[in-house]
């Protein structure tokens, strides 16, 4: 089946249907529906989700809903659920969903259910972030903790500097939270800058444990410890390790009773609920943590036995495959307008571009359609300032994702209605823009008004909420999970693996030793020869 999107009778469906309705405009859309404003909205799981300024009908949304019919997208949901090894490319089952399962439930993999694992290590995290938050925990020389550095990279990063910068407002402000991914030295500097060895805790977050950025840079960390602390056994008090792999975290020296495990089935980019998440714990508290799983949880329900036409991910999921397929668009713009979320979109990039980035099908065959959007944006209303330009008025089509709270976390006179109202009108001006007509009657001069001209019919989903909690954020988050999962699904492709990232990491290894070694002939084309020469000087 892989292979045939593209002759699938909905596919043709949305050809023709492209083709009528192309040109139509969100004006007269919106002109023609007095009701399209209530219409095309879903709010549920306390997510108001108005996805009205798509250029789409209600005959579009039939017609995607009918390709992920045809595309098996319910059956492929339970597959995901059920634990089956979807994940055909490394034979693994994909279950981040089991990380959010409640206590009592069962997922089978491989006839074991790994519920009470999930829970066994939540019960272990809940205890060690305890410690650390009450002071309990002590260094190696009977100091408190107070800093904590995650060093990781990828999803074992993205996500835990994410989620504590969303959640700071009900972090524990006594702890310092700093987080290590870059192998540039200068991060791994500065992140240590001001700490007192004595104090600092650092965690190792690598699923694999062999990554070459999080070793080498937890190889420097226990080396600045050590050297401040001028003793090996110091180790102990001050690293622990977020893993699967258990060989290569004792052969770095830390105590496996100090490491906290999760299962080849967690992605890295899914896994920011899992042990990865320690980070998280720690700052906001078990209870915090707790909640955010649970949002999860009902998102993931949610994704599971919702009918399609509400079902927020796959309308999210199909409206993205509509403009990447149909429209070109080559971009998704993701603008939380929350200043906690500024991570958001940097997350978001990991998840959906290292998951559906991808040029084969399940069968190996070229997929020959376009698959993942690059996800990028920054939060409003800073991105008005700077790249909004490019959206009202450039010449790509840059759909939109405004996400905002009716209540701030901190209330201050006027700032949330401003940042509202602000995040309403850009939607609003991007839909429906402002036409030579309406510019002229302002009084601008004729050769002025195409300047100031808006062409509108720019599409953009908001979701609003009332405020941003623990309980929202990983509703948030495995919206787009399942968007991402929906999309994969379609497109036929493999979502959970990330073979791309290889060919770089192999040929960086070859290089390392000829930056110095100038008795090594270099072999590669002819402009690499000349930047490795560049390099040794
Ligand atoms: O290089 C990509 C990647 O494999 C990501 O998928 C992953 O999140 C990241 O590296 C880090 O991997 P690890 O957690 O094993 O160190």
Not at 220 to 234: G, H, M, N, V, Y
Not at 300 to 311: A, G, I, L, V, Y
Request: proline share 4%; net charge negative; glycine share 10%.
């Amino acid at each position: 089946m892989e292979n045939r999107l593209v002759e699938s009778p909905a596919w043709k469906g949305l050809e023709l249907h492209f083709g009528e309705i192309r040109d139509i405009s969100l004006r007269s859309l919106f002109a023609g529906d007095a009701e399209r404003g209530e219409r095309f909205v879903v709010n549920d799981l306390g997510i108001y989700f108005d996805y009205s300024k798509h250029r789409i009908t209600a005959e579009t949304l039939n017609l995607l809903i009918r390709l992920a019919d045809e595309r098996g997208l319910g059956e492929k949901i339970n597959a995901m659920f059920s634990g089956e090894k979807i994940n055909i490319t490394e034979n693994r089952a994909v279950l981040h969903t089991a990380l959010r399962a409640p206590k009592g439930s069962c997922i089978m993999v491989d006839g074991h259910n790994v519920v009470p694992d999930v829970h066994e290590v939540l019960e272990k995290m809940a205890g060690f972030a305890n410690s650390i938050r009450s002071g309990e925990w002590k260094g190696f020389t009977g100091k408190t903790i107070r800093n904590i550095v995650n060093i990781g990279i990828g999803g074992s990063d993205l996500g835990p500097v994410m989620a504590y910068e969303a959640l700071k407002f009900y972090a524990q402000r006594n702890l310092t939270f700093r987080f290590v991914s870059n192998i540039d030295g200068s991060d791994f500097a500065e992140a240590v800058y001001g700490l007192e060895a004595e104090e600092t805790l650092f965690i190792v977050a690598s699923k694999t444990f062999t990554t070459l950025e999080t070793m080498t840079n937890a190889r420097t960390a226990r080396k600045w410890l050590l050297e401040k602390l001028q003793s090996d056994t110091a180790v102990a008090s001050h690293f622990v390790a977020l893993s699967t792999n258990e060989k290569e975290v004792s052969a770095f020296g830390i105590d496996t009773r100090n490491m906290f495990g999760f299962w080849d089935w967690v992605g890295g980019r899914y896994s920011m609920d899992s042990a990865i998440g320690l980070s998280t714990m720690i700052a906001i508290g078990p209870d915090n943590f707790c909640r955010m799983l649970d949002g999860f949880h009902q998102m993931d329900e949610h994704f599971r036995t919702t009918p399609f036409e509400r079902n927020i991910p796959v309308i999210m999921g199909l409206l993205g495959l509509w403009y990447i397929d149909f429209f070109g668009a080559a971009t998704q713009a993701v603008l939380p307008y929350d200043n906690y979320l500024k991570r958001f979109p940097a997350y978001l990039q990991q998840l959906t571009m290292e998951s559906n980035g991808k040029h084969v099908t399940l069968d190996g065959t070229p997929a020959g359609y376009q698959t993942g959007a690059v996800y990028w944006g920054e939060p409003g209303t800073n991105g008005q300032h700077s790249f909004y330009q490019l959206i009202h008025q450039g010449t790509s089509l840059i759909p939109c994702d405004f996400i905002g709270f009716r209540t701030s976390l901190n209330p201050l006179p006027l700032h949330q209605d401003y940042l509202m109202a602000n995040m309403i009108a850009q939607g609003e001006a991007l839909a429906f823009g402002r036409s030579a007509g309406e510019v002229k009657k302002e009084g601008v001069p004729d050769w002025l008004v195409p300047h100031k001209v808006f062409e509108g019919n720019r599409p953009s989903s908001t979701f609003f909420m009332d405020r941003l909690t623990p309980e929202i954020l990983g509703k948030l988050v495995a919206m787009y999970e399942h968007a991402v999962y929906t999309q994969g699904v379609i497109w036929g492709i493999n979502p959970f693996d990330q073979m791309g990232v290889e060919l770089g990491k192999v040929l960086a290894m070859k290089i390392i030793p000829e930056l110095h070694d100038r008795q090594k002939t270099l072999e590669h084309d002819s402009s690499t020869n000349r930047l490795i020469r560049y390099y040794r000087g």
